[in-house]
């Protein structure tokens, strides 16, 4: 289901990226007045804007959508508990083996075979 959510948020992320980059702001009508531009557009003069920006609104929409459901996947998969206490009431790992095969007692410490 996560995987499902993930790609679909991946796309409507890369739909909303390309379709702002194709839509033309609102200075443009003001230089295709003046001659440097042309007018029309693939879409009709007034079809491109409405077509766009209402394709768009519902990529974002999309993806807020699957932004809230991707926060709370992640708050259900993480759990309640606290790092702190985990960390407290966690063993403490035995020590590893040496290279002849002994292994070390918990109360020996390095400091006690440091001589003097």
Known sequence: MENLVTIIHVIACLSVIGLVLMQHGKGADMGAAFGSGSSGSLFGVSGSSNFLSRTTAIF????FLTSISLAFIA???SGTGSV????????VQKPSETKSGD??????SGAQNIPK
């Open 60 to 63: 974002v929409l999309v993806f």
């Open 103 to 108: 292994t070390q007692s918990k109360s020996s």
């Open 84 to 91: 702190v206490k985990a960390t407290e009431s966690s063993e």
């Open 75 to 77: 708050g259900q998969k």
